[in-house]
């Protein structure tokens, strides 16, 4: 590892990305994730990359397939209302089967909103986003940390299931500073041959990257594929991370990202008073932990969930406790974060 | 008016710790019995300004100048039209928070001429464990890149070398050495070395060869303790 520095979130998933050994990066600025294309564009011409400041989003999420159909680590970044535009995009690259990263740092909707975190754009990022029968894989970074380590991770998965990973922080975890360290080595790009245009491996291997099928059965066909793809991705890249599991707690909470920051300090501050709370934390929310947050709920008295918005997540939550035991929701919406005193008092109620 | 009282005007790195030592400045000086002005200059950062402690400060008695209203959770590149009012004052102490980098200290700029009329100090924040100013030529770099955006000379260096809670003796130290370097090279003075209270367990004060200022936080995470309200950008 090298020296720990300070960074903001979108410094430091933007460095990760170039040690990652991404040259290529296509984006239109957008608070709060501007630093992001700002630190691409500063350091992309220092390691012969290409950067790019697209027109458009739409423009850009094209940019971003157009590099990966030529076999290169390529990503965008934007923030809800630029992801929003880049959704026919990433649809045709989940179609292409195409390798991709592109980076939500999300902010306050519905609309323009404004400027402050949220975690409103779930339910887009897990169910697809774009038009069509699809799926991205998700992640869900709670620290900077986490945020700058999982760029070598999405791109990881991309490249092994050939599709397009999205890492959806939001505005505090791209603004915020902490400590953050890179390692000193990444996993090298996956042999591009497999998909790349003009790298044929025998005569007859043509890549043909393209997301038309007029013929029904062919488009059949292709979808099902994608889905068998879907049950590798269920079954190898499901992440979450428990917390004060062994307590004895009766409550679980549930939250990711900058909400289950929240959680944990109130799991925290309640322990001090002696009621003990359990904490599961998805890291992915597509492929989502249906198995682990049921488990985790087994023989719990309630499951709470913890977000930043009116109530998305929550409805995967019901869907793994499937009735088990009630599930209950403490939200806010318009971009307000919780102080510690009030999600302790929240959830008081809800456990009294 | 008496040219009593100080112009300070704090720039640094993105990141350098600007907000918070600005904020702390203005707490010391207000103590010190100064009527304190704190004029929020940042149009870069969209989170973490010196705008959000406004409520705090009232009932302390100092005056913050930074956009009002709505526009005080914008992302514009706007400012107060009391700004221009606040640096011709001198029956008060007026601590100018300026957006990091060369890019937030060009809105200096836009008032240097009633700067550079009137007596004023312009403070460096250095914080070396940012990668922008890691090193003695990164931190001259820098310098030199802020007095030609601003049109100003740095005339004082603070040591601001932290890493949260990873902020140890030698992190602090290494700070120190570089912004006395830093200030020989550009005939400034090298001032003070700042340490957050809640890092001071960490850090051997006896080490610190300099004037030590203990920093409160203010600037807090939504889920830290003690963050005052529910946190608005």
């Known amino acids: 590892m090298g020296k720990k520095v300070l960074m903001k979130g979108n410094e430091a998933v933007a460095e990760a990305a170039i040690l990652a050994g991404c040259r290529h990066y296509f984006a239109y600025p957008i608070t709060p994730q501007s630093e992001l294309i700002e630190y691409m564009a500063k350091k992309m011409p220092l390691v012969d990359g290409t950067f790019l400041q697209a027109e458009s989003e739409v423009a850009a999420i094209n940019m971003v397939l157009g590099a990966a159909a030529c076999g290169v680590r390529v990503m965008t970044s934007s923030s809800s209302p630029g992801i929003s535009l880049k959704q026919e995009g990433i649809s045709y690259i989940a179609a292409s089967r195409l390798p991709a990263v592109i980076v939500n740092v999300t902010r306050g909707g519905p609309g323009l909103g404004n400027i402050a975190p949220m975690q409103c754009d779930y339910f887009q990022a897990t169910r697809g986003g774009g038009h069509g029968d699809y799926y991205t894989p998700v992640l869900s970074p709670s620290t900077v940390q986490e945020f700058a380590d999982m760029a070598p991770m999405a791109f990881e998965i991309a490249e092994k299931y050939l599709t397009p990973v999205m890492i959806l922080g939001d505005g505090m975890l791209g603004q915020m500073m902490e400590p953050v360290e890179f390692p000193d ?111 985790a709920a087994k023989g719990k008295e309630k499951v709470i969930t913890i977000e930043l918005s009116m109530g998305q997540m929550v409805e995967d939550v019901k869907l793994a406790v499937c009735g088990e035991c009630p599930v209950e929701f403490i939200g806010k919406a318009g971009g307000v974060v919780f102080t510690p005193e009030e999600i302790v008092s929240l959830i008081r109620e809800k456990i009294s | 008016m008496e040219n009593s009282q100080d112009l300070l005007i704090i720039t640094g790195s993105y990141g350098s710790g600007k907000t918070e030592y600005a904020v702390n400045l203005a707490v010391e000086k207000n103590q010190g019995g100064a009527p304190t002005t704190l004029v929020d200059l940042d149009v870069v950062n969209p989170y973490f300004r010196s705008r959000d402690v406004r409520d705090q400060f009232s009932s302390l008695g100092i005056e913050v100048v930074a956009p009002e209203g709505a526009f005080t959770h914008a992302d514009l590149p706007m400012l107060s039209p009391r700004v221009k009012g606040a640096v011709k004052r001198t029956d008060r102490t007026v601590i100018l928070d300026v957006g990091g980098d060369p890019m937030g200290a060009r809105v200096l700029g836009r008032f240097s001429q009633d700067i550079m009329a009137r007596a004023y100090s312009m403070a460096l924040i250095v914080n070396t464990r940012r990668p922008e100013t890691e090193d003695l030529e990164k931190v001259l770099n820098m310098a030199a890149m802020i007095q030609r955006a601003s049109g100003l000379q740095i005339t004082e260096l603070v040591a601001n070398s932290h890493l949260m809670e990873f902020t140890d003796t030698d992190v602090v130290v290494e700070g120190i050495a570089a912004a006395r370097e830093a200030a020989g090279a550009l005939n400034a003075k090298f001032t003070r070395v700042c340490v957050l209270e809640d890092h001071l367990d960490n850090v051997d004060a006896s080490a610190l060869d300099a004037e030590l200022v203990v920093l409160k936080k203010f600037m807090k995470k939504p889920w830290e303790p003690g963050c005052r309200k529910a946190y608005r950008c």
């Open chain 1, 185 to 295: 080595a990444y996993p090298p790009q996956k042999d591009p041959s497999e998909w790349a245009l003009g790298a044929r491996r025998t005569p007859d291997d043509r890549h043909i990257i393209n997301s038309l099928y007029i013929d029904p059965y062919v488009l059949q066909e292709k979808t099902e594929t994608l889905f068998k793809v879907y049950e590798e991705i269920k079954k190898n890249e499901t992440r979450f991370e428990t917390y004060n599991m062994d307590s004895g707690a009766k409550y679980l909470i549930v939250a990711h990202g900058t909400a289950a920051r929240v959680a944990k300090s109130a799991v925290d501050a309640l322990k001090e008073e002696g009621v003990e709370l359990a904490l599961i934390r998805p890291i992915t929310l597509w492929p989502y932990p249906y198995d682990a947050v049921a488990e």
